[in-house]
């Protein structure tokens, strides 16, 4: 089954293009079946990019998925025109009485402020709290789980002397796993992040699983089944330009950044970089779309219950 998603979306003609079904509106409400309805928090400046990015993990199960785009209620982003975010995105406050089988946190470019200085901390806090009642499954990204972590269980985070930045090997730790299945033991992960968890801060007996682990960018993917919840640190969602535009956006604003690690062959930033991590962002999103559609209520009135 295809995603469904607005039809003038600009996501739409990029995964058309990649040969992902779209469906249109009117094909969707023909079809005598209950999509999963899957609502995205996008805390990234590029909003198109990411729901791009998000899309086309979505639209790659053999599911019908509604796509519902969402944007916190108090912030105005500044990268993206009014007329997109109009057009395409709701308010919080305006689906906070709608039930969701899955909901994805995006990152956010606030990883050095401490989480009560962002300036949608509060709101962002009552969304927390409302995926409990309100959401079957939660996909937490980057920030966006470094976040879900210190509100759920009290976890901080801790900045990086560097930046993490690069493509580094992560390994499986519970190949038993729902979300991991079909992984391999050993595997690369695209990561962008300044800031840190660490596995000693974890809360015990509070039934947190590490699944996947880097000897150099540390925690990755953490399983939380009372909140049901996945608190994912790093970016399995990029595209294979993303870390190149990354660099080449702060090298020529003239902001000193590493060439990312294991990105650009031998290291040459004019070389196209190689994408080593698609097949893994489509396993998991695949794994995680198809736990929430075994295990979420057909009545959607029941989830949260």
């Known amino acids: 089954m295809p995603i469904r998603i607005p039809n003038d979306l600009p996501a739409r003609q990029t995964l058309a293009d ?7 509106e009117a094909t969707a409400l023909r079809q005598d079946i209950r999509p999963l309805r899957i609502g995205l928090l996008n805390l990234m400046p590029n909003k198109i990019k990411t ?6 993990l979505i639209g790659a199960t053999p599911l019908q998925v509604e796509l519902t785009l969402i944007k916190i209620t108090s912030h105005t982003p500044k990268n993206t025109s009014a007329e997109h975010m109009i057009a395409f995105y709701s308010d919080w406050e305006d689906v906070a009485s709608e039930k969701f089988d899955g909901f994805i946190v995006t990152g956010a470019p606030v990883e050095l402020l ?11 806090c009552r969304i927390y709290d409302w995926t409990q009642t309100h959401v ?13 972590l210190h509100h759920f269980h009290g976890v901080p985070k801790h900045p990086l002397p560097k930046k993490a930045f690069g493509v580094y090997r992560h390994r499986n730790l519970d190949p038993t ?19 840190e968890n660490h596995r000693a801060d974890l809360p ?13 960018a540390g925690l990755c993917l953490i399983d939380d089944p009372a909140r049901r919840s996945l608190y ?13 535009d990354e660099y080449w956006r702060d090298t020529n604003a003239g902001k000193p950044i590493e060439l ?24 998991l999103f695949g794994n995680w779309i198809n736990q929430v559609y075994q295990t979420a209520p057909y009545d959607l009135a029941k989830i949260g219950g």
């Open 18 to 24: 990649e040969g992902v079904m779209v469906m249109t």
């Open 232 to 244: 994912m640190f790093n970016h399995i969602e990029y595209d294979t330009h993303s870390l190149g």
């Open 51 to 56: 729901e791009t990015q998000f899309a086309r």
């Open 177 to 195: 796993s729902p979300y991991l299945r079909g992984f391999s033991d050993d595997f690369s992960i695209p990561v962008s992040r300044w800031t």
């Open 136 to 148: 079957h499954s939660t996909m937490n990204i980057c920030w966006g789980a470094q976040a879900a």
């Open 204 to 216: 015990k007996g509070k039934g947190l699983e590490v699944l996947m682990e880097s000897d150099e």
């Open 114 to 124: 401490d989480f009560e200085d962002v300036t949608y901390w509060d709101e962002l």
């Open 260 to 283: 990312p690690a294991n990105y650009f062959p031998r290291n040459d930033p004019k070389a196209p970089p190689e994408n080593r991590w698609r097949s893994h962002a489509h396993l």
